[in-house]
């Protein structure tokens, strides 16, 4: 289609802010859907996405719409996720689209996961809020407006209130859409440019591109040619998402869609890169992304160490697919061969593993996450550090740094208190405190309050979220921004499991903190480690010195009592039962130690 | 002709259903008594085929409470075996009672019947304990029972007890012990108390109601247990039972042995040629069951059959060898399994009797420690031979064969 008929747009919102419902609303509105195959957040394909009810990966559409002027457009649409681990996602969609309608949740909504805004810096310009009409006594539409008015900048006259839940508004939206954003501006005449801006594999379509033209147009057998890697293929077919994989003869300037290369080999079609002509070359390659910078890092290891090779090869299937996951090598005294992992954020690293788990069938083991420590060596070096068992000797230390992180809590002001000493208990810094709505218009301790401190990363990474909403009932949300590092009093505590220390289970923490957290962790071992055929004594040491132990008795009775009337099956069943645990298990030296124990540190506050 | 067979009957009613059982027993369904006993007569004459050309080696009637159906129904049922196949010289039939309904002219025309040996349920020789068990009868009931029983002239008898009661001191089970010793039994049975998933009992320990068992206790328990009951001349058999010389169950060694035995009656377990089956469980299904089965079915209320994997059919094996204290020979697996016990489970077999639960030399068997961890040396066994056995073509070969598709009649 030509240009001026073609809108690219995605819907960008806080988490379950009903982005997903919304697209529903727009996809039946346009008839891309038939009402048969209509299911509710039908963008949400991945079995993981449909359990948790939450978006995780952008997934793309294209619906025709007969606007009131009376001409068919071509609107392509991408849903994105709301969680602030995804924002990845976020900044790729936005990059392939000229605008995005915002969902801006009426107040009173206790959302299940309230935690962050959008990324701050996404390119996409015209944004478009669409907030919702909602049924709730407390929802109040001019009060929000008011606020979009205030804090973004917008008229109250490009607020739409729909609701996507009822339907309402869908039209105004879609001709909002029509009218506002501006169609994609590329040359068709030009050499070609294409985005990718997400990619999936494909074992009999090899790595599946999903790319947004910018300019010329890609058709037939030319070949192709990726920008950044060189590598050169025979497009084997073209497509567009409706929301399903639709081929097509072709893709031109500002169309969204897809494009199967044909390449085996994962690395040479990188999210970010620039496809393009082989024979006639553009003359450069689009702006690409940032690389994603992760925050939190963990070990992955297979339970079994056979399965070392087909973990490496799903790591480089599923990068392919989530261009914010990193991951290199690297080697575990206790665990064996596996990977260390950089994430986004918690979120994310379950969302990794689980998919990791399921998509390719592995048995796998997560050390607990850490954030990245700068450490200055005595002879003078700075070493970054994102696993506890790399710490330097602390004799060699001069200096740890910490990332810190600003963090914005909104929550109504009756909940205060309860965030003031949750964030004072993370080694929180108090920086400001601002009352976006006047006190004397609303109900005693209802109005909202935006409180800012400086935390410590590490500080946040745990259990954080889950606490602040515990605190608040719900209702605080949070943003966070990584700012700088600063030196701390940090030691590393060890841990020692019948006596040889289990590098896997270390972990940094502030000084004042270590006997606590040494106590807790070995307390939480014994918890979570079985009973063993000989006592395990299990020590927590800083530096040589141990600050803590418990000992695990040895298993004294595990047998079933009888075999009645020869049901010999029931005791197998048990008995299959009790294999498959210790299957699941790590052996390090003699003693079997599950998977949950090496994510103990995360549960220390239970 | 074939090896002898053993059979197991299972008769599914109790007077109450006990807090802790999860037995296939059912209270309240007496009135299916007499259908029950037909149906079983009946499924014994479709047995026939299975029997053709094997003795009977010994009987076993479990249940539910054995111990509350007719006599007359146990002799008809022992008669008609007896048509069906010849018993061995010696031949055991052990019953299960209950000590509060075991009357002396009930347990005389039991002994009538042709049963052999008594298996009574005593449980325990403290009131409030039994009360907390839901049992019906009382400690002086039991030893009414076990006197009734040699009146009738029963030559084996045996007394069941429960351990490791939910807030059972040491001493009180002690005294259990003592008090069954006194009524001189030729055979104890001595079982912990599970706590079975689903069960009244379960859900009071959910809700707080009741302690859970201690395992280290009940561990206690077992070796005070087992002290006693040898310096009373009683030899411990297998992992929960002891006898004096010449009293072991011959029954019950089938089962630990890899001996066929034909399963009767509602959810009974049956073995044959390496397959393991299963009967329909409710009585009142099992007796529609039987009745609508077209002639010619030897198995007419079969309700499911297994053939595990040949890693669990060797662990089984493994398994059930070590529970008895014997153990086994290490040329005896091969006879069986037709490659050495060492490229099966050499490395586990070490390890374990390493860390002292094992004997492998001459004969593999449990050592004291070992037979409290039967379970853990069970499943490490079975995790080793997951390993190995595909690696042993020539143990492949002596798999059992895998199960038929087959369809349970309507
Ligand atoms: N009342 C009301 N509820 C809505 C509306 N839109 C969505 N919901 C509900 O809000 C929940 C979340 O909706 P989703 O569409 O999955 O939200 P999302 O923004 O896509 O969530 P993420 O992709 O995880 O960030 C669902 O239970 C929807 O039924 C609306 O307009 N009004
Ligand atoms: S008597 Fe035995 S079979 Fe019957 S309910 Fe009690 S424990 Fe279960
Ligand atoms: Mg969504």
């Known amino acids: 289609m030509d240009q001026p008929r073609i809108r690219n747009f995605c819907i960008i919102a806080h988490i379950d802010h009903g982005k997903s419902t919304l697209a529903d609303r727009l996809l039946e509105r346009t008839g891309t859907i038939s009402a048969r195959e209509m299911a509710e957040q039908v963008l949400d394909s991945m079995d993981l996405e449909r359990e948790k009810g939450i978006t995780i990966k952008a997934a793309a559409a294209r619906m025709l719409y007969r606007a009131s002027d009376g001409i068919e457009y071509e609107l392509n649409l991408i849903d994105t996720p709301g969680h602030v681990d995804f924002a990845y996602e976020v900044s790729r969609s936005l990059a392939a689209c000229e605008g995005a309608p915002r969902r801006r949740r009426l107040p009173g909504h206790r959302s299940p996961d309230p935690r962050q805004r959008l990324p701050r810096h996404e390119p996409g310009p015209h944004p478009h809020p669409g907030p919702e009409q909602n049924r709730p006594p407390h929802a109040e539409p001019d009060r929000v407006a008011a606020e979009l008015e205030r804090v973004i900048g917008f008229s109250r006259d490009e607020v739409i209130l729909a609701s996507a839940k009822e339907g309402t508004g869908v039209d105004q939206i879609l001709e909002a859409i029509v009218q506002r954003i501006p169609p994609p501006s590329g040359n068709p005449d030009a050499p070609l440019k294409a985005l990718i801006f997400d990619s999936k594999y494909d074992a009999y379509k090899g790595v599946v591109a999903h790319v947004r033209v910018v300019d010329g147009e890609m058709r037939g057998r030319r070949n192709l040619k990726l920008m950044s890697t060189g590598a050169i293929f025979e497009p084997l077919e073209f497509g567009i998402f409706s929301p399903g994989m639709k081929p097509l003869d072709g893709l031109s300037a500002g169309e969204v869609g897809y494009v199967a290369t044909g390449l085996k080999d994962v690395a040479e079609c990188r999210v970010g890169d620039t496809i393009t002509w082989a024979d006639a070359p553009a003359p450069e390659p689009l702006p690409g992304y940032r690389r994603a910078k992760p925050m939190v890092f963990a070990g992955i290891y297979p339970t079994d160490s056979d399965q070392y090779q087909e973990l490496r090869d799903a790591l480089a299937k599923l990068v392919l697919n989530d261009a914010s996951l990193v991951y290199e090598p690297e080697s575990s005294a206790a665990l064996g061969f596996g990977f260390r992992c950089g994430f986004l954020g918690l979120l994310h690293l379950e969302i990794v593993v689980e998919r990791l788990e399921r998509e390719y069938g592995l048995e796998l083991l997560t050390t607990a996450p850490s954030v990245e420590y700068r450490v200055q060596t005595t002879s003078g070096e700075e070493i970054l550090v994102d696993n506890p068992a790399h710490l330097p000797d602390p004799s060699k230390i001069a200096v740890i740094s910490e990332p810190w992180a600003k963090i914005d809590v909104i929550t109504p002001s009756r909940y205060i208190g309860q965030v003031m000493e949750l964030v004072t208990s993370r080694r929180g810094q108090f920086l400001r405190m601002e009352f976006l709505e006047a006190e004397n218009d609303l109900a005693p301790g209802e109005a909202r309050v935006l409180l800012e401190y400086d935390v410590p990363m590490a500080e946040i990474l745990v259990d954080f979220y889950d606490q602040l909403k515990g605190s608040t009932s719900g209702y605080a949300s949070l943003d966070y921004q990584v700012k700088e590092y600063r030196p701390a009093r940090l030691v590393k505590v060890d841990i020692l499991v019948n006596g040889q220390p289990v590098d896997a289970l270390s972990v940094i923490t502030h000084a004042s903190n270590a006997d606590k957290v040494g106590r807790a962790l070995v307390t939480k071992l014994k918890d979570l480690i079985p009973r063993q055929l000989f006592e395990v004594p299990l020590q927590a040491a800083v530096g040589g010195k141990i600050i803590a132990r418990e000992t695990i008795r040895a298993m004294r009775k595990n047998v079933l009592a009888k075999c009645y009337g020869g049901d010999v099956t029931r005791k197998r069943k048990l008995l299959e039962k009790q294999a498959e645990g210790k299957k699941k298990m790590k052996r390090v030296g003699s003693v079997e130690i599950p998977q949950e124990a090496f994510m103990a540190v995360l549960r220390l506050r239970e | ?410």
């Open chain 2, 1 to 410: 002709m074939a090896e002898p067979l053993a059979v197991y009957v299972h008769i599914p009613f109790c007077t109450i259903k006990c807090g802790y059982c999860d037995f296939n027993a059912y209270a309240g369904m007496d009135a299916l008594k007499d259908a029950y006993a037909r149906a079983l007569l009946r499924e014994a004459d479709a047995a026939r085929p299975l029997l053709a050309g094997r003795a009977i080696a010994s009987v076993g009637f479990g249940g539910g409470t054995p111990g509350e159906f007719p006599a007359q129904h146990i002799a008809a049922l022992l008669e008609r075996l007896r048509d069906l196949a010849p018993f061995e010289p010696g031949a055991e039939v052990t019953l299960e009672v209950n000590p509060g309904t075991s009357s002396p002219p009930y347990l005389r025309g039991l002994r009538a019947a042709g049963v052999t040996r008594l298996s009574i349920g005593a449980q325990s020789f403290r009131a409030a304990e039994l009360a907390f068990l839901d049992r019906i009868h009382s400690p002086e009931a039991t030893a009414a029972a076990v006197a009734a029983a040699r009146d009738a002239g029963f030559e084996s008898v045996s007394l069941d007890l429960i351990y490791g009661l939910p807030g059972q001191p040491l001493g009180a089970w002690l005294e259990s012990i003592r008090a069954a010793l006194r009524l001189e039994p030729d055979h104890v049975s001595c079982y912990a108390l599970t706590v079975e998933d689903g069960t009244p009992l379960a859900a009071r320990i959910a809700r707080g109601d009741v302690e859970p068992p201690d395992p280290d206790l009940a561990a206690d328990m077992y070796e005070a247990a087992s002290a006693l009951l040898d310096a009373a001349g009683f030899r411990q058999y297998e992992l929960s039972n002891w006898a004096r010389p010449g009293h072991e169950s011959r029954h019950n060694r089938a089962y630990w042995t890899d001996r066929d035995y034909l399963a009767l009656g509602a959810g009974a377990h049956g073995y044959l040629a390496g397959e393991r089956y299963e009967n329909i469980a409710h009585p009142r299904a099992y007796i529609a069951a039987v009745e609508a089965a077209p002639p010619g079915q030897p198995r007419p209320a079969l309700a499911r059959v297994t053939t595990p994997a040949l890693p669990a059919q060797v662990a089984d094996w493994l398994a059930l060898r070590l529970r008895l204290l014997e153990g086994f020979a290490p040329a005896e697996f091969e006879r069986r399994w037709a490659v050495p016990l060492e490229a099966a489970a050499g490395s586990v077999l070490r390890e374990l009797a390493e860390a002292g639960l094992l004997e492998l030399a001459p004969r593999v068997r449990l050592t004291a420690r070992g037979r409290l961890l039967h379970g853990e040396i069970a499943a490490r066994l079975l995790v080793c031979l997951e390993q190995t056995a595909p690696r042993l073509p020539r143990l492949a070969a002596r798999a059992a064969p895998p199960a038929p598709p087959y369809a349970a009649p309507k």
